[in-house]
């Protein structure tokens, strides 16, 4: 199938979707038909996309957790106990790293050490290897809509079983689940594979059934300035948009600075809309996603709760549609429940006490959306230059010419040229810009901004800088400042 971002054709998507479902036996399982009366089935109240409309709509901030374990009747207790006790607003199933690489074999095998150790040997559900009818069971014993949650660069088979399963959210994309997580898969190839995930579920809105997608914003979670990550969600979004997706979250990872963050969301929804509607796409639901602190934690619990209390700060006054929390217990593994549901709780504290505030347009608010609408325009103006106006041959030939360029990835189809620090007030800049295409003006901004931190520590920028950052919520600091 040669690359284009138009919408696959139906002889195409057929060829692929038998070899997809003989992938595992649990393939066999799917029926589309019989998806789509199960879905219309479904209330109202667990239908991802009808309660992100409704949020939306009356300014409400939802919390979600990470969460996943080996066994079924395990991983309904989980999530019945982050639902009752944490009070989720939506539940996900995050999705362990075996299936997440296709290798259906060794998550079986996970399956039966933990049903012999009696613990999950996993680190998630594996959905592929339980089938339709398990996931089935896990719609039916919550009272929220329930996600998929995971990292997969080939997640057609998992799409197909898990929303034939109920599921009415499906997070990912065919950059943002390849470049953080992959180091030898071609974007090409991932791109493709999301098109058919995201021709699926054009599949099912056709047949009138809403299931939400949520390309995954963070990336590398690692000083990611937000043009970077904005410029791959918009691309994410026009993939999705031209094979049928309807409803679309994008997401942000938090960086620290409450301006910056709050300026991010703003500008994230305005930049779809443009985008979509310049290629003339159709006009969809967009809401967006802001995902606490995805860097190094403290391993000190109260210090912990320090850090998830300024993300739901930073998601209330920026008026996400909801927040992705983290928990206590973030630098020590896999959290126990008790742990997952006090991060909610925490979160849901903040998110009730600032749902009336929000933070006033000033100078530095309206100079930072600014700096990232004119960023963000840049890359992607760029983008569909190269791609000569398809936004797939134009991702491709991007991340080759460096003109996206991710931070700390793995990917070798990454350049891996540019270079982010913090400003003195933590906001995250570049102190290397590759071959990012931005014009004199806005590196002059991020040279001064960087320059000028130099100057409060007494020190030349370099990339100490970079590794002080790194490293500084670990130590409980935003900005890696030199100790005295």
């Known amino acids: 199938m040669e690359l284009t971002v138009q919408k696959i054709d139906a002889e195409e998507f057929n060829r692929q979707r038998q070899e997809v479902l003989g992938q595992w036996e649990t393939g066999k399982e799917v029926n589309f038909e019989e998806a789509v009366a199960y879905h219309k089935e479904l209330p109202k109240s667990k239908i991802f996309a009808e309660k992100l409309a409704e949020g939306k709509a ?20 989980l999530l019945r106990f982050l639902q009752d006790e944490g009070g989720a607003d939506f539940l996900p199933s995050t999705i362990d790293s075996y299936t997440r690489q296709n290798r259906y074999t060794e998550a079986q095998a996970g399956i039966e050490e933990s049903q012999a150790i009696g613990r999950s040997m996993l680190n998630g559900f594996p959905a592929v290897n339980h089938g339709v009818a398990a996931c089935r069971r896990v719609v039916e014993s919550v009272q929220v809509p ?12 998992l799409a197909e079983i898990t929303i034939a399963g109920g599921f009415t959210d499906y997070e990912g994309g065919g950059i943002s689940y390849n470049i953080p997580y992959s180091k030898d898969v071609s974007i090409e190839s991932t791109i493709k594979y999301w098109q058919y995930v995201d021709r699926l579920i054009g599949l099912y809105e056709e047949q009138g059934v809403k299931i939400n997608r949520e390309p995954f914003g963070p990336l590398t979670g690692t000083l990611v300035p937000p043009a970077i990550s904005h410029a791959v969600a918009v691309i994410e979004g026009i993939l999705a948009v031209s094979q049928g997706v309807r409803s679309l979250t994008l997401g942000y990872g938090q960086c620290g600075n409450l301006i910056q963050d709050v300026a991010a969301l703003h500008t994230l929804p305005i930049l779809a809309e443009e985008y979509l509607a310049k290629l003339g796409l159709p006009k969809v639901m967009i809401t967006t996603v802001f995902h606490q602190w995805m ?3 403290p391993q000190d619990e109260a210090k912990a709760y320090g850090v998830i209390s300024w993300g739901a700060v930073a998601a209330a006054l920026a008026k996400a549609s909801k927040v992705i929390v983290k928990t206590p217990h973030e630098a020590l593994g896999i959290p126990t429940k008790e742990a997952n549901a006090a991060g909610l709780r925490t979160t849901k504290q903040i998110l009730n006490m600032l749902k009336d505030q929000k933070l006033p347009m000033t100078p530095e608010l309206a100079l930072e959306e600014e700096m990232i609408l004119a960023e963000t325009r840049a ?16 991702a491709v030939r991007a991340f080759q010419a460096g003109v996206i360029d991710v931070p700390f990835a793995p990917s070798r189809y990454n350049s891996g040229k540019i270079l982010p620090a913090r400003d003195t007030t933590g906001a995250v800049r570049l102190l290397d810009f590759g071959n990012i295409p ?10 001064e901004r ?6 409060d520590e007494g ?6 800088m970079v590794i002080d950052d790194i490293y500084a919520i670990g130590k409980g600091m935003l900005v890696g400042r030199p100790r005295a």
Do not use: C
């Open 58 to 77: 009356k300014g409400i901030t939802y919390a979600q957790p990470r969460a996943g374990v080996a066994l079924l009747n395990e991983h309904i207790e």
């Open 379 to 394: 890359i992607l103006d760029r983008v569909l230059e190269l791609g000569e106006g398809d936004a797939a041959v134009g």
């Open 295 to 297: 860097g190094g934690f």
């Open 146 to 157: 329930v996600q998929v949650r995971h990292g997969t660069p080939d997640a057609r088979l």
């Open 450 to 455: 960087i320059a000028k931190r130099g100057r």
């Open 459 to 464: 020190r030349d920028p370099s990339f100490q």
């Open 438 to 447: 931005f014009n004199e003006t806005i590196k002059e901004f991020h040279r």
